[in-house]
């Protein structure tokens, strides 16, 4: 069952145009979604992050927009360029007797052509 | 400072061979995960522990186990491999609780072991 609807699992864009990662949830338990991103032979890494309190946070090219309602937050990445091609995953993280669970989204892989 | 780090960072193994995985953090991390990644599955938590001495199981536990003797080392052990445990495992730590963490505490991961069992 998966609990956090990640899509496209992949997306071509052209270098200086707008990438558009899109996420669903269920789980109203869920307070904080970050977004991560992994190069190939890496780690995900933490790229940007939201509350729900929130509704759009932006981190230089990279803006998150956050609907409460409708239980949706996507991720855009403004001017894009070819080194910003990885694997994008959102997650979904809700307090679990006093530690983070975080539930993944399946990956975005992401190509940015010159 | 290191970070997480993970050995060995490529292993194949045959089918029933056993293997242990280990991870290692400096960030004096209280939490730590153990992942798998999948093609069009994401990452799935196999276990994971909040403090030395401690082990949980996560979403996908089962031919696993782990243990953590040390707050900076967390083992994952499979003791009868099988094709269905291929794979890319990642170790991950965090630090803060979470009611103290003021959501600033990330996961922080290893750079994987990918596993074959043939």
């Known amino acids: 069952q998966q609990q956090v609807k990640q899509s496209p699992q992949s997306l071509i864009v052209q270098k200086g145009g707008i990438s558009i990662i899109n996420c669903a949830y269920e789980?109203?338990?869920?307070?904080?979604f970050p977004w991560y991103q992994q190069f190939p032979g890496k780690g995900p890494a933490l790229l940007i992050a939201?509350?729900?309190?929130?509704s759009e946070k932006k981190e230089g090219r990279f803006t998150i927009s956050f609907n409460k309602s409708a239980k949706q937050f996507s991720l855009h990445i403004m001017d894009s360029q070819p080194g910003d091609s990885a694997t994008y995953f959102c997650?979904?993280?809700?307090?679990?007797?006093?530690?983070?669970?975080?539930?993944f989204g399946i990956g975005t892989k992401l190509q940015v052509i010159p | 400072n290191a970070g997480v780090t993970q050995t060995p960072k490529f292993r194949v193994l045959k089918t029933g061979q056993s293997m242990t995985l280990l991870c290692a953090q400096d960030?004096?991390?209280?939490?730590m995960y153990w992942y798998r990644q999948d093609p069009g599955m994401g990452l799935r938590l196999i276990h994971y522990?909040?403090?030395?001495?401690?082990?949980a199981k996560g979403e996908v536990p089962d031919g696993y186990n782990v243990s953590r003797l040390k707050k900076q080392n967390f083992l994952l052990g499979l003791e009868s491999a099988a094709p269905s445990q291929t794979s890319v495992y990642f170790c991950?730590?965090?630090?803060?609780?979470?009611?103290?963490?003021?959501?600033?505490?990330?996961?922080?991961f290893g750079n994987g072991t990918r596993l074959t069992v043939t």
């Open positions: 991950a730590s965090s630090g803060q609780h979470w009611y103290q963490s003021s959501y600033n505490s990330p996961l922080h």
């Open positions: 789980n109203t338990a869920f307070d904080y």
């Open positions: 939201i509350r729900p309190d929130v």
């Open positions: 997650a979904a993280i809700a307090n679990s007797g006093g530690y983070q669970k975080v539930t």
């Open positions: 960030m004096n991390h209280e939490y």
């Open positions: 522990s909040v403090g030395e001495g401690t082990t």
